[in-house]
């Protein structure tokens, strides 16, 4: 009997001082749920500090919704532990609340420490009264104010100890000197599309491929996805009567207002199902289009869905490509494609595509942060040609521009006839697009071109109360009468990567 106490005050003596780890978002996580508001592990956009792993938990609070919407962490017992730390990233300075316990009545908690905006810092809450009784739940809820914009954070690193200091040890592996720096982050939060960074077509000319709707301007929106609460652009093909057209549909692009020379691209997409006659695509042209035209300004289609041989082959949830065009005019164009049938469905569910664009090569990826394994599903080297027409290490070295489209018929899917659609059968269908994100490294020919900040901040000329927190290659973090604010060379934008009008 002796021995049985001596083990137990052992291990009681050894949980007293050591510390756990509930999850670090890599890998298997706990499964978090949400309260009220949007929860979901996700690619980790502000590797930047304290925290550089892959992934983290993202929890949003939107306007109108209750102050206790967060994440939830149910049927997790642990005591013998005095406080709770978590790496957080939050979009303001507001405290995040925790709630710990559910078999007696609840107990919040704030942090013991000063929250920062825009960048990532342990924060710790003392929940020592709780150290025998122990935790059921972790609950922590995004901002108990009231606000009048939606509000989220990122928590990682979330960890019980009995140690009360902030932690400052890097996670993830330290950046190497060419990683990318997100340097535009475009997440359609704001209700309403930005005028200052997208054009929205209007016209129904076929797109040059004897497509048969009509864009407008009811063919663009957003608004949230129904399934996920995502707040997401919206592209929604409708089969009806509209000038001359029998289905109208949108098309957004940002040429002349938002284009960039190399780096890498994502943007997180909801594909509709696509059978028979959809076309979406997400792609970018030269931003000189306007002088030179296509195909002497490029065309890179990062994604599409929808070409004949998918549904033809009963694989149209699966069938994709990846292609590139150039060339002297419509009757002298090189083109290269790779069309492929991924292991999995990428329709009627949100995945990441990726295009690296480099001035020797595009590769272009599908779910590559969550899949590492994936290999890219196109890859063109931008080696130079004698003909300037065709030269592509000129012609793909130069700014483009980000089109997003959702068509309907054509030459792609093989369909010239508005009643052979039979995706639009049973009403309209809609390609959502939660994010897009541009990053760069800071090498010399990159550029990166969004909306003159001289209308920045309500036209307001820096003063004293404009102050440099930070400085990281290109990129400035500073604070703007009270306000956090980031910094690009000559661009400025909120710390959500929203630019500011």
């Not at 052979?420 to 490294?441: C, F, H, K, V």
Request: proline share 4%; net charge negative.
């Amino acid at each position: 009997m002796k021995k049985i106490f001596s083990l137990i005050f052992c291990f009681a003596s050894l949980t007293a001082f050591a510390q756990i780890t509930v999850d670090d978002f890599e890998g298997v996580s706990k499964g978090w749920g949400s309260v009220e508001g949007l929860t979901e592990v996700q690619n980790n956009a502000y590797k930047t500090g304290i925290n550089l792993s892959d992934h983290v938990l993202y929890a949003e609070r939107a306007v109108g919704v209750a102050n206790w919407a967060g994440a939830i962490l149910n049927n997790y017992t642990q005591s013998g532990y005095k406080y709770l730390h978590a790496y957080m990233y939050r979009s303001n300075g507001n405290v995040p609340n925790l709630k710990i316990f559910d078999t007696e009545t609840p107990v919040e908690f704030v942090p013991m420490n000063t929250i920062v905006a825009g960048q990532w810092q342990d924060v710790v809450f003392d929940i020592s009264e709780y150290a025998n009784r122990g935790t059921d739940f972790l609950f922590f809820m995004v901002d108990r104010t009231d606000i009048s914009v939606n509000v989220w954070m990122l928590i990682d690193e979330v960890q019980l100890s009995n140690d009360p200091t902030p932690r400052t040890d890097v996670v993830g592996e330290n950046s190497a000197p060419d990683e990318y720096t997100l340097v535009w982050n475009e997440d359609f939060t704001d209700g309403s599309l930005d005028g200052n960074v997208w054009n929205v077509e209007v016209n129904g000319e076929g797109g040059g491929n004897n497509e048969l709707q009509y864009y407008c301007e009811k063919g663009v929106s957003v608004g949230v996805e129904p399934t996920t609460g995502k707040h997401c652009l919206i592209l929604t093909s409708t089969k009806e009567d509209y000038n001359g057209k029998g289905c109208t549909s949108g098309r957004v692009n940002s040429k002349g207002k938002m284009y960039y020379t190399f780096g890498k691209i994502e943007a997180r997409i909801k594909f509709p199902n696509t059978a028979n006659g959809l076309w979406p695509a997400f792609w970018q042209m030269g931003n000189n289009f306007d002088q030179v035209g296509w195909p002497k300004c490029g065309e890179t289609d990062i994604i599409e869905l929808g070409h004949q041989n998918g549904f033809n082959g009963n694989k149209q949830d699966r069938y994709f490509n990846g292609a590139m065009h150039v060339g002297s005019d419509w009757k002298n164009v090189w083109s290269e494609a790779n069309s492929v049938t991924w292991p999995y469905s990428v329709e009627d569910t949100f995945h990441i595509v990726t295009m690296i664009w480099t001035p020797t090569y595009i590769e272009m990826y599908m779910d590559k942060e969550s899949h590492p394994e994936n290999n890219a599903y196109f890859r063109q080297d931008l080696q130079s040609n004698t003909n300037p027409d065709y030269d592509r290490s000129i012609i793909f070295g130069k700014p483009n521009f980000v089109i997003a489209n959702l068509a309907v018929g054509g030459n792609f899917p093989g369909i010239y006839n508005v009643s052979e659609i039979t995706a639009l059968e049973n009403g309209p269908r809609s390609m959502y697009i939660d994010w897009i994100r541009i990053y760069q490294r800071g090498d010399d020919n990159q550029s990166f071109v969004c909306p003159s900040p001289s209308d920045a901040i309500e036209g307001e000329q820096p003063t004293e109360a404009t102050i440099v927190l930070e400085t990281k290659d290109q990129v400035k973090k500073i604070m703007h009468n009270g306000q956090l604010f980031i910094q690009y060379g000559e661009q400025i934008f909120t710390i959500t990567g929203q630019r500011i009008k």
